[in-house]
């Protein structure tokens, strides 16, 4: 096989994986948009947390809302809470590596928030932790997962949204999860600010 049939293929396989997980995600998708939408419109914030690769996705939805998605519009609170080294690290040595996002989330978050937990197996022990302490705070979960959505899909309750690639694939996963961003921020700017898409 040449490099240019094997890039090909990896096209190929993002390709597929962003037309199963449209085949069967679309209706979260929506309810995600939902809880979103009524969230911002009373006024209230989304804190975003994940590792690695995640971590930036959180920083990429925490930016977008922040500043503009494609078009200007106001400013929407968003805070992802992997930005902050002092913070991050001073929780990890004085408590737990898995408290820095939950630690955040007990002085950051109030009633009505929301929370985007991000993590493609589903099992990362700190974005667990900020899910419970979510909760513990009144607020709503949209998870990213992947695989069968790890240990995170028994910490959703009822009013959250888990938003689960069919993948095995961390890179077809995160790929998906980055299509999510930008559908969430596509459809908060057309519903709120009625901007095009």
Same mark, same amino acid.
Request: charge should be negative; charged fraction near 20%; aromatic fraction near 4%.
């Given at each position: 096989?040449?490099?240019? +049939?094997?890039?090909?293929?990896?096209?190929?396989?993002?390709?597929?994986?962003?037309?199963?997980?449209? !085949?069967?995600?679309?209706?979260?998708?929506?309810?995600?948009?939902?809880?979103?939408?009524?969230?911002?419109?009373?006024?209230?914030?989304?804190?975003?947390?994940?590792?690695?690769?995640?971590?930036?996705?959180?920083?990429?939805?925490?930016?977008?809302?922040?500043?503009?998605?494609?078009?200007?519009?106001?400013?929407?609170?968003?805070?992802?809470?992997?930005?902050?080294?002092?913070?991050?690290?001073?929780?990890?040595?004085?408590?737990?590596?898995?408290?820095?996002?939950?630690?955040?989330?007990?002085?950051?978050?109030?009633?009505? +928030?929301?929370?985007?937990?991000?993590?493609?197996?589903?099992?990362?022990?700190?974005?667990?932790?900020?899910?419970?302490?979510?909760?513990?705070?009144?607020?709503?979960?949209?998870?990213?997962?992947?695989?069968?959505?790890?240990?995170?899909?028994?910490?959703?309750?009822?009013?959250?949204? !888990?938003?689960?690639?069919?993948?095995?694939?961390?890179?077809?996963?995160?790929?998906?999860?980055?299509?999510?961003?930008?559908?969430?921020?596509?459809?908060? +700017?057309?519903?709120?600010?009625?901007? +095009?898409?």
């Amino acid at each position: 096989m040449s490099e240019q +049939d094997k890039i090909k293929s990896l096209f190929n396989a993002s390709i597929a994986a962003k037309q199963t997980a449209l !085949e069967v995600m679309c209706d979260a998708i929506a309810d995600a948009v939902e809880l979103l939408i009524t969230s911002v419109q009373n006024g209230h914030k989304v804190l975003s947390c994940g590792n690695g690769g995640s971590a930036a996705d959180a920083q990429h939805f925490s930016s977008e809302l922040i500043n503009r998605f494609h078009q200007d519009r106001a400013s929407i609170p968003a805070i992802a809470l992997t930005t902050d080294s002092s913070t991050i690290t001073s929780i990890a040595n004085d408590y737990d590596y898995n408290e820095i996002f939950a630690r955040q989330i007990s002085s950051l978050g109030q009633t009505n +928030d929301i929370l985007l937990a991000i993590s493609t197996s589903g099992n990362s022990k700190n974005v667990i932790r900020a899910i419970e302490e979510a909760h513990s705070r009144g607020m709503q979960v949209i998870a990213f997962t992947g695989r069968d959505g790890g240990a995170m899909a028994q910490h959703m309750n009822a009013k959250d949204v !888990e938003l689960r690639v069919p993948s095995d694939s961390t890179a077809r996963t995160q790929e998906v999860h980055l299509l999510l961003i930008h559908i969430l921020c596509a459809r908060i +700017d057309n519903r709120i600010f009625n901007l +095009d898409e």
